[in-house]
T-cell receptor, first 113, second 113 residues
């Protein structure tokens, strides 16, 4: 069991730039979700991918986009960064069904200046 | 839309004290309920979950939670806390299609040795 790994761990970007965050799912997991956790708050659902298709989206604007690859790894892309995008971005994966819950990565800390 | 409330934002206890963290959700249908823990500098870890059956569920590290449907609650308990339980605790709900999780704002627990 390799767990969920995310890269990079920390990132500083300038307002208006674009960023790509990466996630490797736990072995055998075909569903991946991304969450945004602002300081002092609980994680907020961004979107979810299953077999390379987006199958759920939270209340985030279109400048937040994603991809899932055939090996079930995933990317989160954010365009036109805003200061409020500063947060911890969490990737979570699971296998078939929700029975065993999601396995979370340690996150990428994004700071927009 | 579903929402989750954790009314205790910060809790300070001495070792061996009993713990109860509140969690209330708003959704009238069938729900799946989770408690996650985030130790300092670590990723979110699943403590326990409820899907169906016995409303009293036991998790890892001596934690348990009780689902009370009439109160829309899923409170987390531990009879005797340890210093190593210092962490942030998140309640989460899954309801409806998509299997995404809706998290509460978290409760930061500090246990004094």
């Amino acid at each position: 069991e390799t767990g969920v790994t995310q890269s990079p761990t920390h990132l500083i970007k300038t307002r208006g730039q674009q960023v790509t965050l990466r996630c490797s799912s736990q072995s055998g997991h075909n569903t991946v979700s991304w969450y945004q956790q602002a300081l002092g708050q609980g994680p907020q659902f961004i979107f979810q991918y299953y077999r390379e298709e987006e199958n759920g989206r939270g209340n985030f604007p279109p400048r937040f986009s994603g991809l899932q690859f055939p090996n079930y790894s995933s990317e989160l892309n954010v365009n036109a960064l805003e200061l409020d995008d500063s947060a911890l971005y969490l990737c979570a994966s699971r296998g078939q069904g929700l029975l065993y819950g999601y396995t979370f990565g340690s996150g990428t800390r994004l700071t927009v200046v | 839309a579903q929402s989750v409330s954790q009314h205790n934002h910060h809790v300070i206890l001495s070792e061996a004290a009993s713990l109860e963290l509140g969690c209330n959700y708003s959704y009238g249908g069938t729900v799946n309920l989770f408690w996650y823990v985030q130790y300092p500098g670590q990723h979110l870890q699943l403590l326990l979950k409820y899907f169906s059956g016995d409303p009293l569920v036991k998790g890892i590290k001596g934690f348990e939670a009780e689902f009370i449907k009439s109160k829309f609650s899923f409170n987390l308990r531990k009879p005797s806390v340890q210093w190593s339980d210092t962490a942030e605790y998140f309640c989460a709900v899954n309801a409806g299609a998509g299997n995404m999780l809706t998290f509460g704002g978290g409760t930061r627990l500090m246990v004094k040795p």
